[in-house]
């Protein structure tokens, strides 16, 4: 049995009749820093879940991220039993398109399709032979006739790779941590909690089983930094304390980024996530109108605050064109979230995705327009419903003007990011536990790693409040660390050159760098 597990086929990021050049295969440029110019933070993810399904059959198996279609057929010719197709909303097109080259190209190739587009009413207008919604592992099991209940093994992965700063290709190694899937929040709009059946569906379920994935991960690939793809990671604290105790108890320095709704961090406190590592995190404070459960009651402003004070990166992330959202409000709201002054902000237009509660209310009531492309639905381009308020192209120009105030009134995100954690190493200060000395010595090293980048920032600062911030955060590392070296002013000068040759990219509309195409064969 041969098994090829494929994302789809690029370019991405480009206006064709598979996309749209405003739906990138970058997470930050796409939607949060993608209005900051040559200060934008670049990176690439792999496809996590292919992964993860590949280390969990018995199969011989590829995996195939970021191809061409070229590539891709070129893979098909190794005479695969399966071939599974992974894709979301924006890329049903290409998914059709490759499963047609399957049966073209592998004819007597069982096709399989799954991710977050599987939910759509035409995905049977792609050839298949099986659609997996929901989790991935037992299904394709299943599909396969393995037993689809043995244990799951942790793939060891790097969370992300390509990573460019000011133009500088830099590596910044994490590893991928999924300590489960799905959330029972149920928020209207989150297509992850629906895909789940609004359920968490558990990987790792101890802070023992987690730790000793961090330490398969050391071993293996030298990284103790990582990410923990788990919507809301908190939720489920004995796991984090049990995890934070194993980390003090060996002497380790593990760092996490992470994702939680604001009360489960105002129930283990900020001290806690100081103990257990976490160098950032993503906060879903979604709108100021409207109250969700996971909100109530949270002074943001005040957490934020205390997060960056600590040395915690803070990534907040907002939803515009809401239905209580008119032509003042809206503005009120992307102001007031701005306001509390996190390091980054995800805007994201309302989507009303498939088997999601607000998708089933607007297509019950007439509101989706059917003839906009599935191509064009991924929140920052512009709205797929009708709004009482905003016209399509209106919310076009909302979003991107949302985007421009963020980076016109706080300054770039890299400068932000330095700032919080210089602000955490003053801070957590005078401590004797050696877990915390281990945590202050960390925020030292990165914030040197920031010193070059900030001596070039100065020379691209797009308006007065930018310089402001750029010259107020370089003090505070001289008073914190003294007078940059030599070696770190000649680094500055590398990175000027870089940042002003992406400059010139940026200017001329050269900067939608693709993905190179990764292959990773699993017991072949």
């Known amino acids: 049995m041969k098994v090829l597990l494929s994302s789809v086929f690029g370019p991405y990021g480009v206006d064709d009749e598979y996309g749209q050049a405003s739906c990138r295969m970058e997470l930050f440029h796409n939607q949060v820093t993608r209005e900051q110019g040559v200060f934008s933070i670049r990176m690439f993810h792999p496809t996590f879940g292919l992964h993860f399904l590949a280390a969990n059959i018995s199969a011989a198996t590829t995996v195939l991220d970021f191809p061409s279609e070229a590539r891709f057929v070129e893979e098909l010719r190794n005479d695969y039993d399966v071939v599974g197709i992974s894709f979301i909303v924006p890329n049903f097109e290409r998914a059709k398109r490759m499963a047609k080259l399957v049966r073209r190209h592998a004819p007597r190739a069982k096709i399989v399709l799954g991710g977050h587009g599987t939910p759509l009413p035409e995905v049977d207008e792609i050839p298949n032979d099986g659609v997996c919604r929901g989790e991935g592992v037992r299904w394709l099991r299943s599909f396969l006739g393995e037993d689809p209940e043995r244990p799951i093994t942790h793939p060891i992965l790097s969370d992300s790779f390509g990573g460019r700063i000011l133009g500088v ?7 991928h941590l999924t300590p489960g899937l799905g959330c029972p929040n149920a928020c209207f709009f989150c297509l992850t909690s629906s895909f789940f ?13 987690m730790f000793d994935v961090c330490e398969a991960v050391e071993r293996t690939l030298g990284y103790r930094k990582f990410y923990v793809m788990d919507e809301n990671f908190l939720a489920h604290p004995e796991r984090a304390y049990e995890l934070a105790d194993l980390i003090a108890r060996n002497g380790k320095n593990y760092r996490f980024s992470l994702f939680s709704s604001a009360e489960n961090i105002k129930k283990v406190g900020v001290d806690f996530l100081v103990r257990l590592g976490v160098i950032s995190v993503w906060l879903g404070v979604e709108s100021n109108l409207k109250t969700f459960p996971k909100n109530r009651g949270v002074d943001f402003a005040s957490l934020v605050r205390e997060l960056r004070d600590h040395g915690i990166l803070v990534l907040t992330s907002a939803i ?10 809206i503005w009120e709201d992307i102001r007031e979230t701005v306001a509390l002054e996190p390091d980054l ?3 994201m237009q309302l989507g ?32 797929w419903f009708r709004h009482p ?39 957590i200060n005078g401590s004797r536990d050696p877990l915390i000395v281990r945590r202050r010595e960390s925020l030292r090293r990165r914030a040197e790693k920031f010193r070059p980048f900030l001596a070039a920032a100065r020379h691209h600062a797009h308006n007065d409040n930018a310089r402001a911030l750029i010259e107020r955060v370089r003090a505070t590392y001289d008073e914190a660390f003294g007078p940059m070296s030599l070696k770190q002013r000649a680094q500055g ?7 002003a040759q992406e400059a010139r990219r940026v200017a001329a509309g050269r900067n939608n760098y693709q993905p190179p195409t990764i292959v990773t064969r699993y017991r072949t």
């Open 197 to 209: 059946d609004h359920k968490y569906i558990p990987y790792l379920t101890t802070g023992r089983e």
């Open 320 to 329: 515009l064109f809401l239905e209580e959202h008119d032509r003042a409000n």
């Open 169 to 175: 290709p830099v590596v910044d190694h994490s590893g």
């Open 352 to 383: 009303p995705a498939p088997n999601t509660p607000v998708y089933r209310r607007f297509r019950a009531s007439g509101r989706l327009i059917e003839d906009v492309p599935y191509a064009e639905w991924h929140g920052q381009g512009q709205i």
């Open 345 to 347: 902000i995800q805007f």
């Open 389 to 427: 308020h905003f016209s399509r192209e209106e919310s076009g120009r909302i979003l991107t003007d949302a985007f421009r105030y963020d980076y016109d009134t706080l300054g770039p995100s890299l400068v932000r990011m330095a700032e919080t954690v210089v602000r955490g190493f003053q801070n």
């Open 493 to 499: 000068q590398v990175v000027r050159a870089y940042a």
